[in-house]
């Protein structure tokens, strides 16, 4: 796979590829506000999304997840959204998954640890912006659990390497991860 990198001139409204653009991505870049609930932010990008299946992230992980992989998951299980599962390091939500790789419950932050966690990637359907409601809404909370009560919410197990680094708000956890010249989540 080739990668074309750019290089984005806001002031002029120009963009410099330098490369082959093989891939066909699309990418919005949207200020959401500073101190908007995760939720909102979702919803913000609602009208740059048009009617396609698009991917959201927290950003603060690294994972060496195939993003191909998870849209053909996506793609066979017709649900609204999949959850990249990943096990249980013991201070995260954690998903009950049941038959046909459905999310059952979505329990945030458990006493006690046990199972899959919710990794922070999902692909979503522009439907999902109807669980959004109101400008205070969060996307941990109201969205997944949400999706899983009506079923609509699958879960892609990843097994390889993911870590949480946490938020901008608080210092970051890399273990010298991000140092690493042969990372483990690099794919190229």
Known sequence: MESC?????LCENKIDFHGDASDKW???????????????HIMRIAPYVNDETFCVTYGDGLIDLNLRKVVEFHRQHSKKAPVTAV???????ILEIGGSENVIL???????DFGWING???????????????????????????????????AYRHSGFWRAHGHAARPART????????????AW
């Not at 979505?106 to 006690?112: A, G, L, R, V």
């Open 5 to 9: 990198d750019i290089t984005v001139h």
């Open 26 to 40: 699309t990418f919005a870049l949207v200020d959401t506000g500073l101190h908007t609930p995760t939720g909102s």
């Open 87 to 93: 096990p249980s390091p013991g201070r995260f939500g």
């Open 106 to 112: 979505f329990h945030e932050q458990p006493e006690k």
């Open 120 to 154: 922070g990637f999902f692909i979503l359907e522009p439907s999902i912006f109807d669980y959004i409601e109101g400008d205070m809404a969060t996307w941990e909370r109201q969205l997944p659990e949400g999706l899983a009560a009506d079923g609509d919410l699958s």
């Open 175 to 186: 273990g010298g991860d991000l140092e690493l010249e042969q990372g483990p989540w690099k």
